[in-house]
Structure formats: structure tokens, C-alpha cells
């Protein structure tokens, strides 16, 4: 049986927050200190742990205290550390092994991350925020709360921890290097590195630390649905901001239901996933007309698709249900076509993922001229397995209708010539 964690982040996760989770599945807080105070920060900190509660909900809030000091030693301290003094203290704390290997690999891609946002080395980044003792608090804590879990690894010492995509947030906030976008570039970095799904939930906070991506994007084998897991127990920690909904990191704990379960790892089963947003209202009492026009406008908007079906409303009225496919980053323009264009007073909105095809345009040569053809395929470039060959519409229409043939000849010959072309 593995022992499996799940990071479900509907809000963004933190590194205070992955402490909570922890401390609330019963991690002592007291082994945490324990072991904490062997990386020679014990005069700088202060750990402590409270139920709070978010939209009613409650969850564990851990608190780092710094302990200031106004000498200039323990000052330079707080301010930061680069990534050879960091990994210096790692080394000599003599934390249990995965521990130690986990807490030096998350600082080692925060490095990497900080260095190619600032072109510099990753050994000479200088650690603002991330390298002071709360982030180090938070990132060592978080290793050493994990380990104490059980949660297992293989031969490679990689964690069986899984994550779900990552709402993106938004607006601006202060950080060392002054006021910057949500996400800050460290974090986009991160994600950039994994290839990591992330979507908008429409909350325009910071929802991602780099503390919370570095631990995330570390230690998690891939991103995307929860594994097959037998579910043990369920952590929640709680965040700092008050958010429209409850603002908690659920971490779940779980063993594969058999020995013989293969835990899927999504980035190698779905290279090509994406994060979508599908928008859903059911109308009745709009008149059919505007109908073309609602699909232009959120065509023109970047809606994917947009399709609707009858259905039976309340009253046993006729009426439609109108959904439409977005990326993330056009929910919110689709969203105020629908209020704008149609007579819907609500629209629901769910993010999925999505499994596409590789595809591209070639161009098939006809008696009757040139005709585009979209190919998809599975697998690698140098090993396609081609599922799927169309004809442009358009293109045959055009040809159809310049010469007068049926287009469905004009779709078979290009099929056709295609074919020809690839059989040789």
C-alpha cells in the first residue's frame, strides 16, 4: 500500500498554509520546532498554531513570529540569505534524510526560478522574502511534516504527492524588488518549468507564493484530478486573506487501493492537457434571433465553442441551455457577453481539463484548386498516429461553388489526393 498526499488548492497555496494542512492531519507542532531549531534559527522565530475560520469553515492558521533583533548580524538574517548559506544550514541539521533531500531540492528550483527571472546565477541569488526564516520555517517545515506523514517514495526518493491546477490571481503586491504583477515572475517561472495547468478563479488576489509554487512544483509528481486513492483523512490550512470563498489548502491523505494499482502520473498519460472554463446559463424567454448574434460576439470573444440544447424548464416552459468552452483567460470577457446580450440573470462556471490532439494545416492539391486539411494525431512527432483527417468547410464551399460540383465530391477528392499522398 502507498501512502499518498493530494494538495487541492481552490484558493492558491502558501507555505503557512501546506504548515496548517499538515499540523491539522496531526503533525506535532512540538517535533516541529524540535527539529527546526537545528538549522540554528532558534532566536529567530516563533511557531504557533490556531483554528480559525474561513467563510465558517474551520481550518488550522499556523503563525511564523520573527523575533527581531537590532544587531547587525541577526539583522542581516531577517533580510535574506543566498541559496550556499541555505543549503550550508540544511546540510549541518542532520534532518531525517528525505527531509533533508526534499527541503534542499525545493530551495535549489526556487534558486533556478529567482535566477532566470534576474538573469543571474541560482548560487547568487539573494533571498528576499523566500530566504528569510519564515520562508525557511515554511519549506523545511513542510518537508519535515511530510516525512513524519509516511507519505512514500520510490527508489528515486520522489514523493507519491500529487496537485491540482493552480488558480492564477491577480491585481499587483508589494514584494522586495517593489510593486509587481499577480502572478509575480517567480511563480510564473515555476509553473513555466513543470508545465504546470493554471486557470483564473476570478479572485484578483495573490493566490500563489513562490514558497507555495517551490514546494508544489517540487515535490508533486504531476498536476491535474486527484489519483485512485482510498481516502484516510483530510487537512485543512488556512490562509491569510479573507476571500470570497473559504480561503484553505486542503491537503488529502490517502493509500492506493491495491498493491497492484499503478499511480498514474497525469504529465506522462495527458501531454497534452489543458485547463478550460465552461460556462453554462439556461434561458427561455430570449428572443431565437439574437441567438446567431450571441455566438459571433463570443467567437469574436475567444470562446472555443458555443452550442446550445433544448431543454424543459420550470412551467413547463421550452427553453435552451446555452453553454460555452473557454480558455481561462477569456471567461471573464464571455461571462459579460452573456449579461450583455442575452436575458440570463446567472451563469454557472466550472474549470475542467481537457485532452487535445496534436494537430496542423496541410494543403491538398485538386484539379479544382487548393484545399486546406486539418490532420490530428497521438504520440510523438517522430511516431504520429494520425486519428483524424478533415477538409477545411470553407475551402471545399469555395471550390463547390466556383465550379458548380457537389461539395461533397469536392471533400472526397481531397480525402482522396491526401491519401494518394501518404501512401507513397
Given amino acids: 500500500m502507498n501512502k499518498i498526499a493530494y494538495f487541492q488548492c481552490p484558493t492558491g497555496i502558501s507555505g503557512d498554509m501546506c504548515l496548517g494542512a499538515l499540523v491539522s492531519l496531526g503533525v506535532p507542532l512540538e517535533y516541529l520546532v524540535e527539529k527546526l531549531n537545528t538549522l540554528g534559527i532558534e532566536h529567530e522565530y516563533q511557531l504557533r498554531a490556531e483554528l480559525v475560520h474561513r467563510q465558517t469553515q474551520q481550518a488550522t492558521k499556523i503563525h511564523v513570529d520573527l523575533v527581531h533583533h537590532h544587531h547587525d548580524h541577526e539583522h542581516s538574517h531577517h533580510h535574506g540569505r543566498h541559496l550556499p548559506e541555505i543549503e550550508e544550514m540544511i546540510l549541518k541539521a542532520k534532518l531525517p534524510t528525505r527531509a533533508e533531500a526534499w527541503s534542499l531540492e525545493v530551495f535549489r528550483q526556487l534558486a533556478v526560478a529567482e535566477g532566470a527571472v534576474h538573469g543571474i546565477e541560482p548560487e547568487k541569488v539573494h533571498f528576499h522574502e523566500v530566504g528569510a526564516v519564515d520562508a525557511i520555517v515554511d519549506i523545511v517545515g513542510t518537508c519535515l511534516g511530510l516525512d513524519w506523514l509516511g507519505i512514500d517514495s520510490n527508489h528515486e526518493e520522489l514523493p507519491f504527492i500529487y496537485c491540482s491546477p493552480f488558480p492564477t490571481g491577480g491585481g499587483t503586491v508589494r514584494a522586495a524588488h517593489g510593486q509587481m504583477a499577480v502572478p509575480v515572475p517567480a511563480v510564473l517561472k515555476l509553473w513555466e518549468m513543470r508545465s504546470c495547468p493554471v486557470y483564473s478563479n476570478g479572485i484578483e ?220
Fill in 205 to 424: 488576489k495573490e493566490l500563489v507564493t513562490p514558497t507555495g509554487a517551490a514546494i508544489a512544483t517540487t515535490l508533486a509528481r504531476s498536476f491535474g484530478s486527484p489519483p485512485p486513492i482510498t481516502l484516510k483523512q483530510v487537512g485543512l490550512g488556512a490562509g491569510s486573506l479573507d476571500l470570497p470563498i473559504p480561503n484553505i489548502l486542503r491537503l488529502w491523505l490517502g493509500e492506493s487501493a491495491n498493491e497492484n494499482t499503478k499511480i498514474p502520473d497525469f504529465a506522462d498519460t495527458s501531454p497534452n492537457l489543458a485547463t478550460i472554463s465552461v460556462l453554462e446559463t439556461q434561458i427561455d424567454d430570449l428572443n431565437p434571433q439574437a441567438i446567431g448574434y450571441v455566438f459571433d460576439a463570443l467567437f469574436a470573444a475567444g470562446a472555443v465553442d458555443v452550442f446550445t440544447q433544448a431543454i424543459g424548464m420550470k412551467k413547463s416552459r421550452p427553453g435552451f441551455l446555452l453553454t460555452v468552452i473557454c480558455h481561462p483567460e477569456d471567461l471573464v470577457r464571455c461571462e459579460d457577453i452573456l449579461f450583455r446580450e442575452t436575458t440570463t440573470l446567472g451563469i454557472r462556471r466550472t474549470t475542467g481539463q481537457r485532452s487535445i490532439l496534436q494537430r496542423e494545416i496541410q494543403q491538398v492539391e485538386t484539379p479544382y484548386g487548393k484545399v486546406s486539411i486539418k490532420v490530428a494525431w497521438k504520440g510523438e512527432a517522430t511516431e504520429k498516429i494520425i486519428t483524424n483527417v478533415q477538409p477545411e468547410y470553407e475551402d471545399c464551399a469555395d471550390l463547390a461553388r466556383k465550379h458548380n460540383i457537389p461539395w461533397r465530391e469536392i471533400q472526397r477528392l481531397v480525402l482522396h489526393n491526401w491519401y494518394l499522398q501518404h501512401q507513397q
